[in-house]
């Protein structure tokens, strides 16, 4: 290394440190906070397990739901050019531009049309479980969308002319070719879409409502910890959610990079 | 073709996809050990503890579930409005249910508790806080519901600025936020010294203490539950419903948590409820009577007599839950009895003769003349007949009409003397206009032209009754349209200056 990288190199550092100690104070100060017998007391509380189960249930299926979706929809828009492609780039962002709110009000009006009342009339779903994940899903697989065109942007396409000229067909060039490479940006989004779906609250409060033991999270009982003045077991639901989510986080990059060493 | 590791991909996920929707289903189900269809309440978050208490004792008693549902206020009644489902609705401040009431999304309410605004501070209250004038101090930062997001940020401005407090107020504010948990979190926290939120809130938190101040106190405003109007299971949502609103079930629950509760009715699984009405309001309540049973699964025992008679049973024991009078003056004589009256209909009165007149009577001069077949009301037993000596006697027919002979039946309903006539035995009858409304076929009747000539008819629920609240919605029903349409069928003229009912 040259010696005259130090400076900037201990530039990155203290931006980073800055970032990281903000984030690792604001959970300090959290755990001031609250104590291990209010962990203990939330997390053997029955409605509070029964948040913990739906939230990464439901997180962990939105996610697959969200890359099953986000990985076509990705290398369309980045291999392809369509007439209106624009405007479609433009409504796949409205989940991310919308208020959260808006998208539960949105849900829970759609969910009443004739269309809706359809659906509904064989599996229901406004206030019950399947409201979670459809609220869940319709703003995370926007996050994971992006996170695709990024990656396929990122990866040449030559690979897939090459592997075209060579006899595959267009499908067989994206199995082969194009995912192989972009499975870190799938993992990537998986994870986006994963996290985002565990924190989602707003749509999941006006479309699924509060109820508890049926459609409650365990961001809905932060916030129904916190309305009756509970902050200290709104704090140590808090901390379960940020402890879980690092961990299955770290481990998700763990295993996807791993592969990749062997 | 799709290769083996495509396939195994998506096989692999989807099965993942299978086995994590299997460990949901089943989640999405009834509590265990009940029984029927939930009660579906939706509930202002704040309200949680004391609500929460007593649908987990109505579960253990009934073995039916309560789901809660929890939001704030607004945005529940915004969710309700558009998902239309539901039982109740219980709102942190009354002004919602109002609010759901001109929407029709609320059809019934029922009064839980009263919240004061109070100056909350960190218990000890080490800055002395006592008086509205301290939200001017400098040493003070204070917190501030929003006026436009909060009913109490409303309320306590306007009581401020009547103080002329307001504007020193508002530019001192440190912080305005959209809840009154939001400052009781900022008070427990530490970022404020002091923040105007409701006294039941402040009594949630062992931190906090609400200091009361005089110009608070005379805004108290009311927490209550609403009856969604598109309940598909009405009976069973009143059951809990008054449940919760019950002196000695729900109500406890809040008392225990700080809130000064309503003058609840006493519990009753099924309560059976005693209406003393005029005979003449017969044809025109029993049907709305009938379908207030039905809606709020309640039996009311209906005793239809003339209005004297009612009185002297009342004067020799009976205690009615409430009264509705054929005329003030039967109401009044029995008074002390019960709570101030409410106006309902107006019946004015008429000559009863046979179709087309034949004797020609056209006033009640006429009354006298030789050879008629004369039937009133029974002076003593009946509104009607009371009130049709006072209308002879000012007149001046009353003497000429007893010296004529012509006076052969005075009874104590209107009915009767209709009957009487149309039997032809009698030629005429002074009646309630809402009497005769059978008979127009074969009967005739002639206006007196009179402004005294009609009767007034209130509604009264007794002081001692134990069901205020219920009795004062059967009021609210036979106040309704749909109740208003019969009497005005029948001739009754319509009084109610309604529908405003709430907050009794």
């Known amino acids: 290394m040259h010696s005259s990288d130090r400076p900037f190199r201990a530039c990155l550092f203290v931006f980073a440190a800055a970032y990281v100690l903000l984030l690792i104070a604001m959970l300090v100060a959290d755990a001031s906070f609250t104590s291990f017998g209010n962990i203990w007391t939330a997390l053997t509380s029955p409605e509070i397990q029964y948040a913990i189960r739906l939230s990464f249930l439901s997180a962990t299926i939105t996610a697959i739901l969200s890359v099953w979706f986000a990985v076509p929809i990705g290398y369309l828009m980045s291999r392809h050019s369509f007439r209106g492609k624009l405007l479609i780039d433009g409504i796949l962002d409205i989940p991310i531009v919308l208020p959260p709110m808006v998208i539960g009000l949105s849900l829970l009006i759609l969910f009443q049309t004739p269309l809706g009342k359809a659906v509904e009339s064989v599996v229901p779903v406004t206030y019950r479980i399947p409201s979670v994940i459809i609220a869940q899903f319709s703003v995370a697989c926007a996050f994971a969308i992006r996170a695709m065109i990024i990656t396929f942007d990122q990866i040449d396409p030559r690979g897939e002319a090459v592997a075209q000229t060579l006899g595959c067909n267009a499908r067989q060039a994206f199995w082969r070719v194009a995912l192989p490479q972009a499975r870190r940006g799938v993992l990537g989004a998986g994870m986006l879409a994963w996290a985002r779906a565990l924190g989602e609250f707003g749509p999941i409060l006006v479309f699924s409502g509060a109820t508890r033991m049926r459609t409650e999270v365990l961001p809905s009982t932060v916030f129904l910890e916190l309305s009756i003045g509970n902050i200290d077991a709104a704090v140590a639901v808090s901390l379960i959610m940020v402890t879980a989510a690092l961990v299955v986080l770290c481990l998700g990059r763990l295993l996807g990079l791993g592969r990749k060493v062997f | ?504």
């Open chain 2, 1 to 504: 073709m799709i290769g083996a590791a495509e396939t195994s991909l998506l096989v692999g996920s989807a099965l993942l996809l299978g086995l994590l929707v299997f460990f949901l289903v089943g989640s999405d189900r009834m509590p265990i050990g009940t029984s029927g269809k939930p009660i579906s309440v939706y509930c202002a978050a704040g309200l949680q503890p004391p609500v929460a208490a007593a649908a987990r004792a109505y579960q253990d008693q009934y073995g039916i579930a309560i789901d809660l549902t929890y939001g704030g206020s607004g945005t529940l009644l915004s969710q309700l409005s558009v998902a239309r489902s539901g039982d109740l609705y219980i709102a942190a401040d009354d002004s919602y249910i109002r609010s759901g009431r001109e929407k029709g999304i609320v059809d019934e309410d029922l009064s839980l508790a009263w919240q004061v605004p109070v100056l909350a501070v960190a218990r000890g209250n080490s800055k002395g806080i006592s008086s509205l004038e301290d939200l001017l101090r400098d040493d003070i930062s204070v917190g501030f519901a929003h006026p436009e997001a909060a009913a109490v940020g409303r309320i306590v401005r306007q009581v401020l600025i009547e103080a002329g407090l307001w504007e020193g107020v508002q530019a001192r504010v440190k912080v305005f936020k959209p809840t009154v948990m939001d400052l009781a979190n900022d008070l427990k926290i530490g970022t404020i010294d002091l923040a105007v939120i409701w006294d039941a809130t402040a009594a949630q938190y062992p931190e906090i203490e609400g200091v009361r101040v005089q110009a608070f106190d005379a805004v108290r405003r009311p927490i209550s539950l609403g009856v969604l109007s598109w309940s598909g299971q009405p009976a069973a949502a009143f059951h809990f419903a008054r449940y919760l609103a019950a002196r000695d079930k729900g109500l406890p629950h809040f008392a225990k948590r700080g809130y000064t509760v309503a003058d609840g009715d006493r519990w009753e699984e099924t309560p059976e409820l005693l209406l003393m009405s005029g005979a003449m309001l017969s044809k025109a309540i029993d049907e709305t009577v009938a379908e207030f049973e039905q809606r709020e699964g309640v039996r009311v025992t209906r005793i239809y007599n003339g209005c004297g008679i009612l009185v002297s049973q009342m004067k020799s024991g009976s205690r009615p839950d409430a009264y509705f009078a054929c005329d003030q003056s039967f109401l009044d004589q029995v008074s002390e009895r019960f709570e101030s009256g409410q106006t309902v209909s107006a019946n004015s009165m008429v000559i009863l003769v046979a179709k087309d007149n034949p004797k020609k009577i056209s006033g009640l001069a006429d009354l006298a003349r030789p050879g008629l077949r004369v039937g009133l009301g029974h002076p003593e037993k009946s509104a009607l007949g009371s009130l049709t000596v006072t209308l002879l006697e000012r007149g001046g027919h009353l003497a000429a009409l007893k010296a004529s002979g012509n006076l052969v039946v005075e009874s104590a309903t209107g009915d009767y003397l209709v009957n009487q006539a149309r039997a032809g035995a009698l030629d005429a009858a002074i009646v309630y206009r809402s009497n005769t409304a059978m008979v127009g076929d074969h009967l005739d009747t002639v206006e007196i032209g009179d402004a005294n000539a009609h009767a007034v008819q209130p509604y009264a629920v007794a002081r001692d009754s134990t069901h205020k609240q219920l009795m004062g919605r059967l009021l609210d029903a036979i106040a309704g349209q749909r109740s208003q349409k019969r009497f005005e069928g029948l001739g009754f003229d319509w009084k109610c200056k309604l529908p405003e009912m709430s907050g009794r």
